[in-house]
């Protein structure tokens, strides 16, 4: 999951050394810049350019038809670069070896977190991977 410019060179690094990533989510576009164009996010238009399903939902929270979606990519592991959403508690609990932050040297593994700072895990881009 990923939003801003600064996400964009870890895409790209995962993508150049071929680690599998089904689906990359970030926010929606949104208006911005002279004219209010509506404005896709840096990291949607690198995955659009590495042919990477973007999926960008006004949020996660109570969103069955993502959560389903996730499940059934049967991910390894998640990769969190300043999303910009908070992330709900049973998403945590889609990847075999949890949902990482390596801007922030932080490690999420629903099962090992108390509930209230699975609450607050707020991120803001990420980008979801199978390690091989």
Same mark, same amino acid.
């Given at each position: ?5 600064? $996400?964009?060179? /870890?895409?790209? =690094? ?5 680690? #599998? &990533? ?15 164009? @509506?404005?896709? =996010?840096? /990291?949607? #238009? $690198?995955?659009?350019?590495? !042919? /990477? +399903? %973007? ?7 109570? !969103?069955? +038809?993502?959560?389903?979606? *996730? ?5 390894? *592991?998640? @990769? ?5 959403? #908070? &992330? ?5 609990? *889609? $990847? ?6 390596? %801007? ?5 593994? %629903?099962?090992?977190?108390? =509930? ?8 803001? =881009?990420? @980008?979801?991977?199978? *390690?091989?």
């Amino acid at each position: 999951m990923g939003t801003p410019l600064f $996400a964009v060179p /870890i895409l790209k =690094s995962l993508y150049e050394k071929n680690y #599998i &990533i089904p689906t990359v989510y970030t926010q929606p576009p949104k208006k911005s810049q002279r004219g209010q164009k @509506i404005n896709k =996010s840096p /990291i949607q #238009i $690198a995955g659009e350019d590495f !042919n /990477i +399903d %973007c999926r960008t939902p006004e949020t996660l929270k109570e !969103n069955k +038809d993502e959560y389903e979606y *996730l499940k059934q990519l049967d991910l390894d *592991l998640v @990769i969190v670069v300043a999303y910009g959403q #908070i &992330i709900p508690k049973e998403f945590l609990n *889609l $990847a075999k070896k949890g949902f990482f932050e390596p %801007c922030q040297k932080r490690f999420y593994q %629903c099962s090992r977190l108390p =509930s209230a700072k699975v609450e607050r895990c707020s991120t803001y =881009s990420t @980008i979801y991977y199978e *390690l091989r």
